[in-house]
């Protein structure tokens, strides 16, 4: 339960709740279980802070430092986040549904299994951040920075990932099914066993990723860089691959069935034990080096 001296002292107003944290440095803010539905909290300092359980539908928390603060279990479904620092927070279990998140700082950030389904994460620092398990369907990611984040078993279904950085992130078993990923930088990324059926990956940078065990029916990845990649056991019927970098790439046991590779590079690629039937291998670099015909 939240402190009351603490709870009545927030709703007299952030300035003066910004005042009392300057005043009392070493004193952790309880607010944890408290209503504070509809609250403006725009700019507030409550880093730190216990706001466990604590209910903040549709509150204002725009630029707010949130810095180190736990928040397990809190519903912020429709909360005003924009541009607010969450860095080092723990929002394990909270419910962020519709949240309006652009321009926050989430960098080491625990978000595992939280809710931020159709929520505004576009330009959001995610770096180093554990959205393990996290619903992020339909969310919008457009440019946002998820460098080593941890997205295993996510759902990031029909998410836009346009410009996302998403160097060395672990997207291993996540549900990237008919997300959008235009232009995002996949290098060194982990997709073993990743759904990205239908996914966009025009012109994305996935070189020295790893997708074993990945499914990518009916993806489109025109111009794509996959170079050095390893695409062994990848499910790639229908694709359309169509100018792609797969230099060097790993591709035994990959299934090319139908797939458009016409223009595509496959010098010093790894065909062992490749499906290519009814694939178009018009003006392919082979990996000997030849062209295909």
């Not at 339960?1 to 603490?6: F, G, I």
């Not at 509150?59 to 620092?85: F, K, R």
């Not at 090319?256 to 694939?279: P, V």
Request: no cysteine; net charge negative; aromatic share 2%.
């Amino acid at each position: 339960m939240a402190n009351e001296e603490h709870l009545s002292l927030l709703k007299q107003g952030v300035n003066s709740w910004n005042q009392w944290r300057e005043d009392t440095p070493t004193v952790i803010p309880d607010i944890s279980g408290a209503n504070l539905n509809q609250m403006n909290l725009s700019e507030a300092n409550l880093s730190g802070a216990d706001l466990q359980r604590v209910i903040l539908h549709g509150a204002n928390l725009t630029a707010a430092n949130l810095h180190n603060a736990t928040l397990v279990n809190a519903d912020m479904s429709g909360v005003e986040l924009n541009a607010a620092d969450l860095s080092n927070a723990n929002l394990s279990s909270a419910n962020l549904f519709g949240a309006y998140l652009s321009g926050a700082n989430l960098s080491g950030a625990d978000l595992s299994d939280v809710q931020l389904n159709r929520s505004d994460l576009s330009g959001v620092n995610l770096s180093g951040a554990n959205l393990s398990h996290v619903n992020l369907l339909g969310a919008d990611l457009s440019g946002a920075n998820l460098t080593s984040t941890v997205l295993s078993h996510a759902d990031l279904s029909r998410a836009e990932l346009s410009r996302a950085e998403l160097k060395q992130a672990n997207l291993s078993q996540a549900n990237l099914s008919e997300a959008r990923l235009m232009g995002a930088n996949l290098t060194e990324a982990t997709l073993n066993e990743a759904n990205l059926s239908r996914a966009r990956l025009n012109r994305a940078d996935l070189s020295d990723a790893t997708l074993v065990g990945a499914t990518l029916v009916g993806a489109t990845l025109v111009g794509t860089k996959l170079n050095r990649a390893k695409l062994s056991n990848v499910d790639l019927t229908g694709t359309n691959l169509s100018g792609a970098n797969l230099s060097s790439a790993v591709l035994s046991d990959a299934n090319f069935q139908d797939a458009n590779l016409s223009g595509a590079n496959l010098k010093d690629a790894h065909l062992e034990n490749t499906t290519l039937e009814g694939a178009d291998l018009s003006q392919v670099t082979m990996p000997d080096g030849s062209v295909h015909e």
